[in-house]
């Protein structure tokens, strides 16, 4: 991997503010998934900016998942957190759970009991969020608010002991329910959830709140800089509160970026495993979703990914950024790697009427035009090939220059054909092509004779290898998915995310490519010819029929911005 730097940004002035000063010895940062669905590319912006910022200045930097919520976490999680950063290419110095801290944790809940700053609540889940206030209305103090230090001990140690039903009651921090930010207004520090836990198992019958439990994990880990995206802003004030009022000897700071948001791209996690549990996708990993295995299984390339949000920067700023530039960045990673290749998507045969019946010409084709320490391949060629169906029409408009009757194209990398007649059935399709060829016209031996205007690719027949190709659109029509229906009612939302999905998003095709491709394995990427970036899928392709993830078309109308 390159040696890892970010553009000039904010946090790294900080850091490097706070080095010069010797406010810290050494930069600590942590990446903390809660592992209760997969990464998306979200999360790849926080892991290249928590990572490279560490490791410029020679700092280290934790996995540390944050699993509070036995719930709704699975070691699945944990396993695919894992590898997708790995694929991202970083390693961790230490993997941390919230789980390794929990006895630390109960002893801090127990201190703010003593100091008078944390209360246990009967009030239920509904009861506190109605007298939580509005963002004009201070809320209303629990009932349970005074109850004395020595009641509240009793009452947190018994619900540890397993003695109340779920839901019965909850710790809470004792700050102020007139605050202006309702982070602040009492917020819960536990609640009871009777299950067992992937690390913990049934030790444990109460669990801390992520808000509760992160600024602590943070500061046993004695991070220095907790990093996170804009929308934890407002809660930095309790982040701040948890750490002092908990007297931890290390004091990280948190410091807030603004996330990266993709057009027509959803990155949240309850709508993504919606898509899953409904099955409206092909799992976690389907080349559709925006998770980081499934960009890893379309064909997306850690390179592109790192380089794409280094452009894209770190600040305060919550903008929408262009689809369009995150394929840019595909194309440039992948036009010096991939072979090229010849593919045909929508196959229509063609009879060469004077080529020589059952004789094969083996063709050299050069394997990438930009690349030439790529080499060469030997493509074979005879009477029968196939060609795409749009590179033929009877009644051409004007400007069209691919075959119709009585036309000339270049086949690439082999001869000049021309059109002589053609076969439909009896729906009025064309099924089938009759042209000649001219054997001076070969390519590599400089005939200049005449010219054609158009050049198209092709498939030889009798070797060609049958293949299955994906074509994927967007998952959702919306610019801005994750703003539809914010202000609406919960079963709104969905209503409305759910009629974003684009019915066009995945399309498969039956066709063919080059004789060589028999022995493409999973992960292999090509270019094939005026199509595009394809990858060989990891779960569907087989031996002898290849399954080809189309990554991104050929062109682009995006152009990078000047520097």
């Known amino acids: 991997m ?11 002035n900080v850091i490097i503010d706070d080095l010069e000063s010797g406010k810290v010895q050494r930069i600590v940062t942590r990446f903390p998934p809660e592992p209760n669905g997969y990464l998306h590319i979200g999360h790849a912006k926080a892991i290249w900016i928590n990572f490279t910022l560490a490791d410029e200045f020679g700092g280290r930097t934790n996995l540390r998942f944050d699993d509070t919520n036995p719930l709704k976490e699975d070691m699945e999680y944990v396993n695919s957190i894992e590898e997708d950063v790995k694929w991202l290419g970083y390693e961790w110095e230490e993997k941390r759970f919230a789980s390794d801290y929990f006895d630390e944790m109960y002893k801090r809940a127990e201190l703010l009991i003593q100091k008078g700053k944390a209360y246990v609540d009967d009030q239920t889940p509904d009861q506190i969020r109605e007298t939580r206030g509005t963002l004009t209305e201070p809320g209303q103090n629990s009932p349970y608010r005074e109850r004395s ?7 947190f140690r018994n619900m540890r002991a397993g003695e109340y039903p779920n839901g019965a009651k909850v710790l809470r921090a004792k700050i102020d329910m007139a605050s202006p930010n309702i982070n602040l207004r009492d917020p819960i520090l536990y609640r009871i959830a009777r299950a067992t836990h992937h690390n913990t198992g049934d030790k444990w019958c109460i669990y801390p709140m992520y808000a509760f439990a992160h600024p602590l994990e943070d500061a046993i880990e004695g991070v220095t800089h907790s990093l996170c995206s804009l929308e934890f802003e407002d809660q930095r004030p309790f982040y701040d509160w948890v750490v002092s009022e908990c007297e931890m000897e290390s004091t990280p700071h948190q410091y807030e970026f603004g996330r990266l948001n993709l057009a027509q791209t959803l990155t949240s996690k309850r709508k993504l495993k919606q898509l899953v549990d409904e099955n409206v996708v092909d799992g976690w990993d389907d080349p559709r979703m925006p998770t980081i295995s499934g960009l890893r299984r379309r064909g997306y390339t850690p390179e592109a990914l790192r380089s794409f949000i280094y452009e894209v920067g770190i600040s305060k700023a919550q903008g929408l ?36 019946e059952g004789e094969v010409e083996w063709l050299e084709a050069e394997n990438n035009s930009e690349n030439e320490e790529m080499g060469s391949r030997q493509i074979p060629f005879s009477r029968e090939i196939y060609i795409e169906q749009d590179d033929f029409m009877e009644n051409p408009p004007n400007k069209y220059f691919r075959l119709f009757p009585g036309n000339e194209v270049r086949l690439k990398h082999a001869y000049f054909i021309k059109c002589n007649e053609f076969i439909k059935d009896e729906d009025g399709n064309v099924t089938e092509i009759h042209c000649t060829y001219d054997p001076k016209t070969k390519s590599g031996t400089g005939f200049t004779e005449r010219k054609v205007k158009g050049t198209i690719h092709w498939i030889e027949a ?102």
Do not use: C, W
């Not at 040696?3 to 946090?11: A, D, E, R, V, W």
């Not at 230090?149 to 009452?155: A, C, K, M, S, Y």
């Not at 840019?328 to 004077?354: G, Q, S, Y």
């Open 2 to 12: 390159e040696k890892p730097s970010t553009p000039s940004n904010f946090i790294k």
């Open 321 to 356: 950024v262009d689809l369009q530039m995150l394929e840019h960045f595909i194309r440039e990673d992948l036009k010096l790697k991939a072979p090229r290749t010849m593919a045909v998507l929508r196959p229509l045969k063609v009879v060469i009427t004077n080529y020589p």
């Open 149 to 155: 230090i020595e009641e509240n001990l009793e009452l």
């Open 462 to 563: 009798t070797q060609a290898v049958p293949a299955e190709f994906r074509l994927y659109e967007p998952l959702i029509n919306a610019e801005e998915p994750e703003e539809e229906g914010a202000e609406q009612a919960e079963d709104a939302v969905e209503k409305t995310f759910m009629d974003q999905l684009n019915p066009n998003s995945l399309e498969i095709l039956n066709g063919y490519v080059e004789a060589g491709m028999k022995t493409a394995e999973p992960q292999d990427k090509f270019q094939f010819f005026r199509h595009g970036y394809f990858n060989v899928d990891t779960k569907y392709s087989k031996p002898g029929h290849p399954v080809f993830n189309l990554i991104v078309s050929m062109k682009s109308s995006f152009r990078m911005p000047k520097a």
